[in-house]
């Protein structure tokens, strides 16, 4: 129930920044911007197996990916946007008799965010997670993988480096639910059943890169280099 509930409130989030980055853009001259970074992060899965024995585990590595976005400041303060990323890396051990591991995880999120000082932002995010997982019989070559979907959140900041570069540290929960894989038995044996709950926690610091003029930056963080520049009515 209480999943239900937070994948209902992640969409939501997701569309309402969407949205309203949209319809703000037409009345915020210069506020919307577009970012794209790179980060190492720490991954570390919570896989409790319940088919075909009940066994737990928390398989972790150290992977990097890279992220893409859309960022607008709203009245000084506020932040909204939507951001997408992929990460990639070796992430990967044996829970009961069985191995599992990570070959990819993506998301799509909506952001909300406030400045506590000028150049640094505080924000919470959510939206959905792209799992891809794999389980495998330790010696044997056989395997199955899965692709799956649930909710993502969780809370970040970011500090001004420079008027292009800025600096983040971000945590994110990811909960996949319950799945099975068919393992193959080999020629006339039918495939067994492996069926685990799974969810993530994600560790990331990195960099983001600004496409574009930040005018946010020029008025905000460094009023002196603002040309008497106003919004759009």
Known sequence: MLGRFLKTVGAALLFAAAGVSVASAQ????????????????????????????????????????SAGYDLTLHRYLLLGIEADGSFGDVGEKVGFTDYGMDYLFTVRGRLGVYAHPGWLIYGTAGVGFLGLEASQPGGGRKSAQSLTGFVGGVGTELEWSPHFLMFAEYLYGDYGETTFALPQGTGFPPQDHSADVDSHLFRVGVKFKIGHDYAHDTYVHPEDYRNREPLK
């Open 27 to 66: 009345n915020y001259d210069g506020s919307g911007l577009l970012k794209f970074g790179v980060f190492g992060q720490g991954t570390f899965l919570n896989i409790d197996q319940s088919l075909p024995a009940i066994a737990s585990g928390s398989p972790g590595g150290i992977s990097g990916g890279f």
